[in-house]
């Protein structure tokens, strides 16, 4: 997994409260990433409401076109320790003179298990193929790591085509259970550092893979998946 620096027992953190970064994706689009405060509410609205229906769907597993303001309390007024959640927003705007967002990345410990989380990945639909969902999965990884988490896990529908090839795929660091249909997925962090450069290779193994594949609506969730949009 990987390790944060330790000064005297106390790790030292990259991405705390002051934590503001400038990357440049491959197609020279510029975005500033930092972690989410209250005040990024209407941000967060207004990415939510430019998803097509197929990501909103994929997120809530029912139709739905806004963010309630419960739901917007749950995804924006967060600990950064124990829900963590991370975004990005195009540095110039949307042209209008509006901020744009492009992406958020977040997870969330589970309550009895301190080393492990449920992750999850949201592009922008005009953002995606830009090289922006590796460079949020990278800090996702990183900042994890950070807080003491070694593993992500989720829960997909088994009964979905897609579920052999992705078994190949995240092969052989996985843990996988199998019951009633649903398919259990644990896997391990990869390695990266907190300032992986955006032009790195994607990191190697199964987790980049299949949180690529979810962000792209390519996987069927089950419903515990909602619990990384909203209080259930």
Not at 15 to 39: H, I, K, N, Q, W
Not at 62 to 71: F, G, M, N, R, V
Not at 94 to 104: H, V
Request: aromatic share 6%; hydrophobic share 40%; with cysteine.
């Amino acid at each position: 997994m990987p390790v944060a620096v330790r000064y005297c027992g106390v790790v030292d953190r990259h991405f705390t409260a002051d934590y503001v970064e400038r990357a440049e994706l491959r197609d020279g689009t510029r975005v500033l990433m930092r972690l989410l405060t209250p005040e990024d509410r209407h941000t967060l609205r207004a990415g939510f409401e430019a998803l097509s229906q197929e990501s909103r769907y994929a997120r809530f597993l029912a139709p739905k076109s806004t963010l309630t303001e419960s739901e917007l309390d749950y995804l924006c007024n967060i600990d950064q320790e124990n829900h963590f959640a991370l975004g990005a927003v195009v540095e110039d705007g949307d042209g209008k003179g509006g901020i744009m967002g492009a992406g958020i990345a977040r997870f969330i410990r589970l309550p009895h298990e301190h080393a492990t989380a449920e992750a999850a990945i949201a592009v922008a639909d005009s953002m995606q193929g830009r090289g922006l969902g590796k460079l949020l999965f990278m800090r996702l990884c990183a900042a994890a790591a950070e807080r003491g988490i070694e593993r992500f896990a989720c829960e997909v529908l088994g009964s979905n085509n897609s579920m052999a090839g992705l078994i190949e795929r995240v092969s052989p660091e996985r843990e996988i259970e199998v019951s009633q249909g649903v398919m259990k997925i644990d896997m391990p962090l990869p390695d990266v550092t907190p300032t992986e450069p955006p032009t790195s290779p994607a990191p190697h193994g199964g987790l980049y893979a299949l949180l690529r594949m979810a962000a792209e609506n390519a996987i069927e969730w089950t419903e515990s998946v909602r619990k990384l949009w909203r209080r259930e």
